[in-house]
């Protein structure tokens, strides 16, 4: 019983100054801005640039597919600086050479970073709602927020695994940067798999977000459970 509670003490610390810590490099103001402006940036930019490039109609599959993506904001940036912050800051040794649980302090980072990623997921589908691009009149809403919750959680074990990279290379900007680029072509976000070339499609099906944004979409569309996305090739 002391074990559990001293590894949920290290839990919460590990969520909480794992979050302030962010402040240490990032203003309060760079920090909001990220996670409202550049969220809305991409949902508008690639959104407005598919109903240019095939109607209306298809709003909803262009933001949908954009607001689950930009969990990977949180999921994959904010979980590579949680762990290669340390290597950075200089205290990578101290953490290794702890003998406190690690799964518990690394499990407590990760959490804060999946609430994030909620947050701009629904901030997303959100905008939509109010622009106009979106109708959420037949989504079932726990389905729907099993959904991103899944898809959210997914990304920050992602992350999780690019920070791990990160303590093997000089500029982990470089990979958080080139994966999340990537996202928006293999998910599925802005084009649909089944477009893709065959090799590409079987890339796409083993990334996290893939399902989670069909799944989405087919909510919103008025599914409910359970949603189990067809994988076509």
């Given at each position: 019983?002391?074990?559990?509670?001293?590894?949920?003490?290290?839990?919460?610390?590990?969520?909480?100054?794992?979050?302030?810590?962010?402040?240490?490099?990032?203003?309060?103001?760079?920090?909001?801005?990220?996670?409202?402006?550049?969220?809305?940036?991409?949902?508008?930019?690639?959104?407005?640039?598919?109903?240019?490039?095939?109607?209306?109609?298809?709003a909803s599959f262009y933001l949908i597919g954009?607001?689950?993506?930009?969990?990977?904001?949180?999921?994959?940036?904010?979980?590579?600086?949680?762990?290669?912050?340390?290597?950075?800051?200089?205290?990578?040794?101290?953490l290794f050479g702890s003998p406190s649980n690690?799964?518990?302090?690394?499990?407590?980072?990760?959490?804060?970073?999946?609430?994030?990623?909620?947050?701009?997921?629904?901030?997303?589908?959100?905008?939509?709602?109010?622009?106009?691009?979106?109708?959420?009149?037949?989504?079932?809403?726990?389905?729907?927020?099993?959904?991103?919750?899944?898809?959210?959680?997914?990304?920050?074990?992602?992350?999780?695994?690019?920070?791990?990279?990160?303590?093997?290379?000089?500029?982990?900007?470089?990979?958080?940067?080139?994966?999340?680029?990537?996202?928006?072509?293999?998910?599925?976000?802005?084009?649909?798999?089944?477009?893709?070339?065959?090799?590409?499609?079987?890339?796409?099906?083993?990334?996290?977000?893939?399902?989670?944004?069909?799944?989405?979409?087919?909510?919103?569309?008025?599914?409910?459970?359970?949603?189990?996305?067809?994988?076509?090739?």
């Amino acid at each position: 019983m002391q074990r559990l509670a001293i590894n949920l003490q290290l839990f919460w610390d590990g969520a909480v100054l794992s979050y302030r810590a962010l402040f240490a490099w990032l203003s309060p103001t760079t920090f909001i801005a990220s996670m409202i402006l550049m969220p809305l940036g991409q949902l508008m930019f690639f959104t407005g640039l598919g109903i240019f490039a095939t109607g209306r109609q298809n709003a909803s599959f262009y933001l949908i597919g954009n607001a689950l993506q930009i969990t990977a904001l949180s999921g994959i940036f904010g979980m590579t600086m949680a762990i290669g912050g340390e290597r950075w800051a200089g205290t990578l040794m101290y953490l290794f050479g702890s003998p406190s649980n690690r799964l518990a302090i690394f499990t407590g980072r990760a959490t804060i970073h999946i609430f994030n990623g909620v947050f701009e997921v629904l901030m997303g589908l959100l905008w939509g709602a109010l622009i106009g691009w979106v109708d959420f009149s037949h989504t079932d809403p726990l389905a729907l927020a099993l959904t991103i919750l899944i898809a959210t959680f997914s990304t920050a074990a992602m992350g999780l695994l690019l920070g791990c990279l990160g303590l093997l290379t000089v500029n982990s900007f470089f990979t958080n940067n080139l994966v999340y680029f990537l996202l928006l072509l293999f998910s599925g976000a802005n084009v649909p798999i089944t477009s893709l070339p065959q090799w590409m499609q079987y890339i796409s099906w083993s990334l996290p977000l893939t399902r989670g944004i069909q799944a989405a979409r087919e909510i919103i569309g008025g599914a409910t459970f359970p949603i189990i996305p067809s994988v076509k090739f």
